[in-house]
């Protein structure tokens, strides 16, 4: 963190808490105010506001979580983009009921989110897949995510290859085995921060295809 962004998350820190939560209506729409909260976010010079811990459900119904970055998000969803073949990605193939959970400290705020995945069209995961850097194409071939490495060696070989196969090449081929997963979000919860603890929790559930809203203790 350089000494901008130090500033200005100190310049930052508590505002959530001094601010006043919006005015919530039957209309509110969640999508609106996720997008308030996260340019809050991008704003408050967090690093990587746009990281959210991801939880799945394997078989016997152990959650696991992890860390990935959000990429795009609209009406239709939240999208993250992984390796097909990994934990996660077996894990919503099985079931696939997902929670997102952001957490931007310096504003003392969090959103919870519940959904379902389904996986994003591939043009787009193509699409997206080529703005990216060289490097991260590259490793995304190279990598079998989650599956055990054999050697310490294993990985640098396996870049070093998949540098050389796509060396003549004036695009790195998209691997069909990498792409995103949009998030149906039906339910959405957002918590601010109090100096008092009575923090607030605004709730919205997606009922019959439309959202409503609701308050909880903290
Ligand atoms: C801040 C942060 C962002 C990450 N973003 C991604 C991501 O967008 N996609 C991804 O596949 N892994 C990402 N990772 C790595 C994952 O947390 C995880 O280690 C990896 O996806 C394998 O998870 P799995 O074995 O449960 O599938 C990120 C890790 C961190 C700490």
Known sequence: MN????LRCLLTFGQGVAL??????????????????FDDAKKSGILLP??????TCNDKGQPSSRMVLLKEFNQEGFVFYTNYGSRKSQELENNNKI????????????VRI???????????SKKYFHSRDQGSQ??????KQSSQ???????????QYYKDKFATLEQIPYPEFWGGWQVKPNYIEFWQGRASRLHDRICFKKQDGSWENFKLHP
């Open 138 to 143: 590259i490793g995304a071939w190279a990598s």
């Open 149 to 159: 490495l054999t050697t310490e060696k294993e990985l640098q070989q396996r870049e």
């Open 99 to 110: 929670s997102l959970l952001f957490h931007w400290n310096v504003l003392q705020r969090q």
């Open 3 to 6: 000494v901008i962004e130090k």
């Open 20 to 37: 006043p939560l919006p005015n919530i209506s039957s209309e509110t729409d969640p999508f609106t105010l996720f997008e308030q909260w």
């Open 114 to 124: 519940e959904g379902e995945v389904c996986k994003t069209p591939v043009e787009q």
């Open 50 to 55: 746009e990281s959210m811990s991801i939880s």
